[in-house]
Structure formats: C-alpha cells, structure tokens
C-alpha cells in the first residue's frame, strides 16, 4: 500500500511540476483543431510582424519533447474551445521546442530555465507576463489577461 501511494505522489509531483528531469521523446502536436492554434514559424521576428500587422501580442509555449507538463497542457488546456477563442483573438500564438534549431536562442534569449515556460511578448519582444511550470485554465486566463493589461501601460 505505501509503495501504491508513493507512486501516485510521484506521478502528481511530475504531473503539477516543471519539468527538468529525463528526456524521453515524444512528438506534440502543434495543430489542433479546437482551442489555441499556433502559428509555424522559424523565427520569432516573423512572427513578431505578425502580430503587429493584427495589432495582438504574442503568445510564446516554450516546450521540451520530454516534458510530461508540456503534454498535459497540449492535451488538456490548449485545445480548450473557450482558451482557444480568446488566444486566437488576442495573440499570435507560437510554440517553441527549446532544445532544438533556433528554439535554443530564444529559450537563451528569454531566460528558459523549465518547460513549459510560457512567455507573452509586445512588438518589440518585450515580455508582458511570463510563468514556468504546467499552467492550467484559470491561471492561464488570468496571465493572458495580465499580459493584455501590462501592454496597455
């Protein structure tokens, strides 16, 4: 029975944590046909003009292929109707895999030190709201919501 329960503790513990421990590869979805829809790009300026051209921010899900977090929120948070109709309207959203291609520098760039990092930037790349770790409805409501105001400053 104790080895029953710490396995569960275990499982939450990497279930609710960022992570940082093995790398075991998996591939994530970035398309999704409900919820947040992000963008493919091979640089964030591209995308960066994107968002400018529709007068939104830009939504960055910096992930890592071994991340059981990061799976977690592609599986049940971002394809989320109500999370994907108000991400859709009011960012550009971009998912980076930050240990491979030009994903290395922005993770550099923006201080990833844990996936999923979710990062919201301005036209200029600076950075309006920012969290670390798996991040589920409300609290991802209320950092976009945050990320929304701080540009209006």
Same mark, same amino acid.
């Given at each position: 029975?104790?080895?029953?329960?710490?396995?569960?503790?275990?499982?939450?513990?990497?279930?609710?944590?960022?992570?940082?421990?093995?790398?075991?590869?998996?591939?994530?979805?970035?398309? /999704?046909?409900?919820?947040?829809? &992000? #963008?493919?790009? *091979?640089?964030?300026?591209?995308?960066? =003009?994107?968002?400018?051209?529709?007068?939104?921010?830009?939504?960055?899900?910096?992930?890592?292929?071994?991340?059981?977090?990061?799976?977690?929120?592609?599986?049940?948070?971002?394809?989320?109707?109500?999370?994907? /109709?108000?991400?859709?309207?009011? &960012? #550009?959203?971009? *998912?980076?895999?930050?240990?491979?291609? =030009?994903?290395?520098?922005?993770?550099?760039?923006?201080?990833?030190?844990?996936?999923?990092?979710?990062?919201?930037?301005?036209?200029?790349?600076?950075?309006?709201?920012?969290?670390?770790?798996?991040?589920?409805?409300?609290?991802?409501?209320?950092?976009?919501?945050?990320?929304?105001?701080?540009?209006?400053?």
């Amino acid at each position: 029975m104790k080895q029953l329960i710490s396995s569960f503790l275990l499982f939450s513990l990497l279930l609710f944590s960022q992570c940082g421990g093995s790398k075991k590869a998996t591939k994530v979805s970035t398309h /999704l046909k409900h919820g947040v829809t &992000f #963008i493919q790009s *091979k640089t964030l300026s591209n995308v960066i =003009n994107i968002a400018e051209k529709e007068g939104k921010l830009v939504f960055i899900d910096f992930y890592a292929t071994w991340c059981v977090p990061c799976k977690m929120m592609d599986k049940d948070v971002f394809p989320d109707k109500d999370i994907g /109709l108000f991400f859709n309207e009011n &960012f #550009i959203n971009y *998912k980076v895999d930050g240990e491979k291609g =030009n994903g290395q520098n922005l993770a550099a760039l923006y201080d990833v030190k844990a996936y999923p990092t979710l990062v919201w930037v301005d036209k200029r790349g600076r950075v309006m709201a920012r969290t670390e770790g798996g991040t589920y409805h409300t609290e991802l409501m209320k950092l976009a919501e945050s990320a929304l105001k701080n540009a209006e400053m």
